[in-house]
């Protein structure tokens, strides 16, 4: 009598483990474009705006599990957690349909040191509920491993990538980095008033660049058709300058610090 309802109970915990299944890092569309053009709808599943409720949007950020976001500490420093809105933006900066969220809070890096030093520009932001990825349009990041200290390919995404005197750009755009030498770029920048360190990628390209408005966006590497979050984007001197290359935050240099203050509440997916 008992055996067919135990049956259907396993087969319903089947069937739920299955549907909680997720692999990070997956691109829901097969093809983007590149080249600073617009990002196709779902390339990037995991990229949000942030959008201060007087001023508007000011910063980018990436999920990395069901619940945190990834940005710069620069974003968020002194900022009222309740004064922004993280809206899981993939194509469009103003896309009515996008879910919108306030912050049930904002965790910065302790060691973060402000501008013009920007050392440890990384925080993370914890969405009042967790996501859930099976309606196919929202997917988390893959965090970069240890290892991953050179990366062969590099993508910028942001809205604001344009040119160095426009406002934010209505569409999500993408541009492709070269990753530039870090012992040149800790001369080029040691010798000014900032700072260049091993937690730091610098990349460009000649006439390609982040700019103002992309700030703790996402610097993505691709690995076997999967996407790693290997930065997120910091500060630069002059947008588009090959001379000064853009500076990410290196967040494999955080992953200790990430894994233990980005998992209250969270679901990470399965790494590829
Ligand atoms: C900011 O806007 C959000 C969404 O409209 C709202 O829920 C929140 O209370 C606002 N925050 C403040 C401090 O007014
Ligand atoms: C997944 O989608 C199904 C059907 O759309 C829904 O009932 C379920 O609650 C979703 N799972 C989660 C974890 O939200
Ligand atoms: C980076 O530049 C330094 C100094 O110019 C050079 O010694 C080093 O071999 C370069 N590294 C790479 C990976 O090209
Ligand atoms: C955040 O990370 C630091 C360093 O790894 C750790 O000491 C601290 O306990 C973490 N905080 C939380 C809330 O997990």
């Known amino acids: 009598m008992n055996l067919p ?3 259907a109970f396993i087969l319903l915990c089947v069937d739920f483990s299955k549907s909680e299944e997720c692999v990070c890092g997956k691109e829901l569309i097969g093809k983007r474009i590149i080249g600073g053009q617009r990002a196709k709808s779902g390339a990037f599943p995991f990229n949000v705006a942030l959008f201060d409720n007087e001023t508007g949007y000011f910063c980018g950020g990436s999920l990395i599990n069901n619940i945190w976001v990834i940005t710069a500490a620069h974003c968020l420093d002194e900022r009222d957690p309740k004064s922004f809105t993280i809206s899981i933006s993939f194509t469009k900066l103003h896309d009515p349909n996008a879910k919108k969220f306030v912050a049930e809070k904002t965790i910065v890096h302790p060691d973060y040191v402000p501008a013009p030093k920007f050392l440890h520009d990384i925080a993370l932001i914890k969405l009042p509920e967790a996501l859930s990825f099976n309606d196919s349009k929202v997917n988390p990041v893959c965090l970069p491993t240890k290892s991953m200290i050179h990366f062969s390919n590099l993508i910028a995404i942001g809205f604001g990538i344009t040119s160095r ?13 070269i990753e530039r030498n870090q012992t040149e770029c800790k001369i080029i920048y040691n010798k000014l008033y900032v700072r260049f360190t091993d937690e730091h990628i610098c990349a460009n390209q000649e006439g390609k660049d982040v700019c103002n408005g992309d700030s703790g966006g996402p610097l993505i590497t691709k690995l ?7 930065g997120c984007t910091s500060w630069g001197i002059l947008c588009g300058s090959y001379q000064y290359p853009s500076v990410f935050t290196r967040i494999s240099s955080y992953l200790g610090w990430i894994e233990k203050n980005a998992s209250e509440d969270a679901k990470w997916c399965k790494s590829p």
């Not at 750009?169 to 541009?175: I, Y």
């Not at 076997?224 to 290997?230: E, V, W």
Request: glycine share 4%.
């Open 5 to 7: 309802v135990f049956t």
């Open 224 to 230: 076997r058709g999967h996407l790693y979050l290997a």
């Open 165 to 177: 005197f426009s406002s934010a750009s209505e569409n999500l755009m993408e541009v492709p980095l």
